[in-house]
T-cell receptor
Framework: GESVGLHLPTLSVQEGDNSIINCAYS??????FIWYKQESGKGPQFIID?????DKRQGQRVTVLLNKTVKHLSLQIAATQPGDSAVYFC???????????FGKGTLLTVNP | KAGVTQTPRYLIKTRGQQVTLSCSPI?????VSWYQQTPGQGLQFLFE???????NKGNFPGRFSGRQFSNSRSEMNVSTLELGDSALYLC??????????????FGSGTRLTVV
């Protein structure tokens, strides 16, 4: 049946630690993936993206890894800071039908 | 460069009423997508418009509709509101051609409460 509320996976880390957030996708036709960060009261904010012809992409303090064999995506945040506390979503293009399919999200809490 | 602007930020409506939400995309972007975010279902795709044409639609009832104007601004309308329509409605703007990347940029959303 329909869930009353999403039970977000949670990740709690200490400031300065590295964080790894995982995501599984289901559509093998997906060729574009995005990680978003959403803070309370705000819309999702773009962090980093990756196309299916790559398996790794690095940004500033963030790295996305893509494993197409098992349809798995991860976001690594280096030297996590309190300002990184938010809900993180992965999204995939589902084969370029002009829409994104979002994962459930992971709540990251960074303890000072 | 201005971001994605959604108005109003908050809205309270009564069951049975209808509501119109507005989204102005980033200048130069021709694609506008709409998403509904609820605690129960997460982020769900409503529809996407490009150059005034709907290119894709999610699995929502016909009470949910949208349109896009020649200046790329978009509106979505929900008629005969139900309690379950209470949600954060998000608009995303992108180039729409996919030549570089999809680069969806979201607005801050409109928080709709149906009472």
């Amino acid at each position: 049946g329909e869930s009353v509320g999403l039970h977000l996976p949670t990740l709690s880390v200490q400031e300065g630690d590295n964080s790894i957030i995982n995501c599984a996708y289901s559509n093998s036709a997906s060729d574009y993936f995005i990680w978003y960060k959403q803070e309370s009261g705000k819309g999702p904010q773009f962090i980093i993206d990756i196309r299916s012809n790559m398996d790794k992409r690095q940004g500033q303090r963030v790295t996305v890894l893509l494993n197409k064999t098992v349809k798995h995506l991860s976001l690594q945040i280096a030297a996590t800071q309190p300002g990184d506390s938010a809900v993180y979503f992965c999204a995939d293009s589902g084969g370029s039908n002009y829409k994104l399919t979002f994962g459930k999200g992971t709540l990251l809490t960074v303890n000072p | 460069k201005a971001g994605v602007t959604q108005t109003p930020r908050y809205l309270i409506k009564t069951r049975g009423q209808q509501v119109t939400l507005s989204c102005s995309p980033i200048s130069g972007h021709r694609s506008v997508s709409w998403y509904q975010q609820t605690p129960g279902q997460g982020l769900q795709f409503l529809f996407e418009y490009f150059s005034e044409t709907q290119r894709n639609k999610g699995n929502f009832p016909g009470r949910f509709s949208g349109r896009q104007f020649s200046n790329s601004r978009s509106e979505m309308n929900v008629s005969t509101l139900e309690l379950g329509d209470s949600a954060l409605y998000l608009c995303a703007s992108s180039d729409g051609t996919g030549n570089v990347n999809y680069g969806y940029t979201f607005g801050s959303g409109t928080r709709l409460t149906v009472v």
